[in-house]
């Protein structure tokens, strides 16, 4: 899935702020950042709208398109 994920962030540079949070790394603030949004699985993508408000919350591996397809929906 990360190269998956390394490939939007390059895509979508300047279009979206894409934060990539990698639990693996044991950094407090990704931690933080992972809980305050109740996640429990990984992957999790959390998309939110440019007031701040949870667009979508995806569970698990998805194809690009559907990731592609939930960024559109964005406001």
Same mark, same amino acid.
């Given at each position: 899935m990360r *190269? +998956? +994920?390394? !490939?939007?962030v390059k895509k979508y540079a300047g279009t979206y702020d894409i934060k990539v949070v990698d639990l693996s790394k044991g950094d407090p603030a990704d931690e #933080?950042?992972? #809980? /305050?949004? !109740?996640?429990e699985y990984v *992957?999790?993508?959390v998309l939110l709208? /440019?007031?701040g408000s949870v667009s979508d919350k995806i569970v698990g591996a998805r194809p690009v398109a559907e990731l592609e397809a939930a960024f559109a929906r964005l406001r």
């Open positions: *190269p +998956v +994920v390394d !490939g939007l #933080r950042l992972y #809980r /305050s949004f !109740g996640l *992957p999790t993508f709208n /440019s007031d």
